[in-house]
T-cell receptor, first 117, second 114 residues
Framework: GAVVSQHPSWVICKSGTSVKIECRSL??????MFWYRQFPKQSLMLMAT?????????EQGVEKDKFLINHASLTLSTLTVTSAHPEDSSFYIC?????????????FGPGTRLTVL | AQSVTQLGSHVSVSEGALVLLRCNYS??????LFWYVQYPNQGLQLLLK??????LVKGINGFEAEFKKSETSFHLTKPSAHMSDAAEYFC????????????FGTGTKLQVIP
């Protein structure tokens, strides 16, 4: 149980284009989803927290107009990197917390490797 | 504010030897604590979690961790290392009360030597 998928697993795009990454909870309802960014050989940096049906809460220093997050349903959240640039190249990981999950346990997707040329 | 410190960014053990990965936390309230494992180019997999029940927590793949309040520690152990245990391990902390933010440590890369 508690499986989270991400699509695509990797993407290469040209500078200036937009890229959408999907995060789905496959066997549970996720009231809250989280988006992280991981640089090589570093820990996870929380970018934003999204609750179904409401606006995402962004961490300090994360541009909300550049990283658009939509959490339209209890099983789907999307992250759109707008006007991507090479410095946006990174490993993006989403996680989901089950509805009523007060223990804070997050279940992680497999990640999406974004390369901007 | 909550934080996690993982001592040792790299740990090497021989196959069959004891694995000990250290984690110390800081939290203003009794915390929830987690250990996650990450294999190359993959997401994180939950190994085990402490949520204020038994202080010795058993997880998957033979790992366990003990919550020691007096030492503010949550070290991860496994009696006998296997080659498949080679991966990056992250300790994490959150504070109870709903969907609180989880703070991750910087990670410890475990190398298993045959």
């Amino acid at each position: 149980g508690a499986v989270v998928s991400q699509h695509p697993s990797w993407v290469i795009c040209k500078s200036g284009t937009s890229v959408k990454i999907e995060c789905r909870s496959l066997d549970f309802q996720a009231t809250t989803m989280f988006w992280y960014r991981q640089f090589p050989k570093q820990s996870l940096m929380l970018m934003a927290t999204s609750n179904e049906g409401s606006k995402a809460t962004y961490e300090q220093g994360v541009e909300k107009d550049k990283f658009l997050i939509n959490h339209a349903s209890l099983t789907l959240s999307t992250l759109t990197v707008t006007s991507a640039h090479p410095e946006d190249s990174s490993f993006y990981i989403c996680s989901a917390s089950a509805s009523g999950g007060a223990t804070g346990t997050q279940y992680f997707g497999p990640g999406t490797r974004l390369t901007v040329l | 504010a909550q934080s996690v410190t993982q001592l040792g960014s790299h740990v090497s053990v021989s196959e069959g030897a004891l694995v000990l990965l250290r984690c110390n936390y800081s939290s203003s309230v009794p915390p929830y604590l987690f250990w996650y494992v990450q294999y190359p180019n993959q997401g994180l997999q939950l190994l085990l979690k402490y949520t204020s029940a038994a202080t010795l927590v058993k997880g998957i793949n033979g790992f366990e961790a003990e919550f020691k309040k007096s030492e503010t520690s949550f070290h991860l152990t496994k009696p006998s290392a296997h080659m498949s245990d080679a991966a990056e391990y992250f300790c994490a902390v959150s504070e109870p009360g709903g969907y609180q933010k989880v703070t991750f440590g910087t990670g410890t890369k475990l190398q298993v030597i045959p």
